[in-house]
């Protein structure tokens, strides 16, 4: 009997805190901005995961920290954080061929008074 769900594995690294020169204030500034980011993965899904299943049927987590740390250029200023997104997302499908979709979600600390969290969610499918 099929459910109507389908198996998954999702991969994430969640609430990094990275300074990136983004957006108005850093252009104006030269400073970089503090932005809160967390990733999911999806990739593909081995049918069974034994006790002594080596690493390469996985993904390493460190490779998604990587992606939104010190694979972002480093003096690059990025107008949009949606590019911010779109870097780490490129990146991370150039690591691994297993890895089907990413999502990047981008928190603007800067512009939070009470803890709210501003900013936003990309999500894109490999082509």
Same mark, same amino acid.
């Given at each position: 009997?099929?459910?109507?769900?389908? =198996? /998954?594995?999702?991969? !994430?690294?969640?609430?990094?805190?990275?300074?990136?020169? $983004? @957006?108005?204030?850093? !252009?104006?500034?030269?400073?970089?901005?503090?932005? +809160? %980011?967390?990733? +999911?993965?999806?990739?593909? %899904?081995?049918?069974?995961?034994?006790? =002594?299943?080596?690493?390469? +049927?996985?993904?390493?987590?460190?490779?998604?920290?990587?992606?939104?740390? $010190?694979?972002?250029?480093? @003096?690059?200023? /990025?107008?949009?954080?949606?590019?911010?997104? =779109?870097?780490?997302?490129? $990146?991370? /499908?150039?690591? =691994?061929?297993?890895?089907?979709?990413?999502?990047?979600?981008?928190?603007?600390?800067?512009?939070?008074?009470?803890?709210? !969290?501003?900013?936003? $969610?990309? @999500?894109?499918?490999? +082509?």
């Amino acid at each position: 009997m099929n459910s109507g769900f389908d =198996d /998954f594995l999702t991969l !994430e690294v969640n609430h990094l805190d990275v300074d990136v020169l $983004t @957006g108005i204030y850093s !252009e104006e500034t030269h400073l970089p901005q503090p932005l +809160r %980011i967390s990733i +999911r993965a999806k990739l593909k %899904i081995a049918d069974h995961y034994e006790p =002594d299943t080596p690493l390469s +049927r996985s993904k390493n987590y460190m490779d998604l920290k990587h992606a939104a740390t $010190t694979a972002l250029p480093e @003096g690059q200023h /990025f107008t949009l954080i949606e590019a911010v997104a =779109d870097h780490i997302i490129e $990146t991370i /499908f150039l690591q =691994d061929d297993k890895v089907s979709h990413v999502e990047v979600k981008i928190v603007k600390l800067a512009l939070s008074e009470k803890g709210e !969290e501003i900013g936003i $969610t990309m @999500g894109r499918g490999r +082509r």
